[in-house]
């Protein structure tokens, strides 16, 4: 059973375009990461949520607890934005305290 | 800005063959963790550690794998004697604080392939 479930999977945009991609866990969190993995490997966190929304730059993440659901919405895409996005949930398991990672949503934004 | 670094970028290494993957933390960060990336697959939490112990650890960290803070920079993944299942990315990662609603800070990741 996935706990954390990422959609879509894959995404393809126009540059300017505006994007939105969904989170959905099954299990109670404490907080929810949106991460960024370069084509090279490299993973750089966006956000930590744990209610509300935060804004940074052209990124935007929202989460609604109550729902269990998150999204990240990038305005003006950019092909540099082209990456993937991982969601991660941060999981209490009794004195366990770990993060649970979605699959990615792989986006590309075309010139 | 102060970031996580990981070596080697690459390792290449016999089935059966013991390797140590090394990472920096940033340097007032407490807690450490390693985390693996098969191929195509999720990232997989591994271990947390913090004040010289493990806090946290997966199924996945069976007794092959160990980890350790030699000193007061590096922070270690051992793999006694890998096999061909342990390819993958491994990070490791770094935070301030404890517990998962603190920013972790990423090291750009060492592909290990046993061959």
């Known amino acids: 059973k996935n706990e954390v479930e990422q959609s879509p999977q894959n995404l393809t945009a126009q540059e300017g375009e505006f994007i939105t991609i969904n989170c959905s866990y099954s299990?109670?969190?404490?907080?929810l990461h949106w991460l960024q993995q370069h084509p090279g490997g490299g993973i750089v966190s966006l956000f930590m949520l744990s209610s509300g929304k935060k804004k940074h730059g052209r990124l935007i993440a929202t989460i609604n607890i109550q729902e269990k659901h998150s999204s990240l919405h990038i305005t003006a895409s950019h092909p540099r934005d082209s990456a993937v996005y991982i969601c991660a949930a941060g999981v209490s398991k009794g004195s366990a305290r770990q993060l649970t990672f979605g699959s990615g949503t792989q986006l590309t934004v075309l010139p | 800005e102060p970031e996580v670094t990981q070596t080697p970028s690459h390792q290449v290494t016999q089935m059966g063959q013991e390797v140590i993957l090394r990472c920096v933390p940033i340097s007032n960060h407490l807690y450490f963790y390693w985390y693996r990336q098969i191929l195509g697959q999720k990232v997989e939490f591994l271990v947390s550690?913090?004040?010289?112990?493990?806090?946290?650890k997966s199924e996945i960290f069976d007794d092959q794998f160990s980890v350790e803070r030699p000193d007061g920079s590096n922070f270690t993944l051992k793999i006694r004697s890998t096999k061909l299942e342990d390819s993958a990315m491994y990070f490791c990662?770094?935070?301030?604080?404890?517990?998962?609603?603190?920013?972790?800070?990423f090291g750009a990741g060492t592909r290990l392939s046993v061959l």
């Open positions: 990662a770094s935070s301030v604080d404890r517990g998962i609603k603190n920013i972790q800070y």
């Open positions: 550690f913090y004040n010289n112990e493990i806090s946290e």
């Open positions: 299990v109670g969190i404490s907080a």
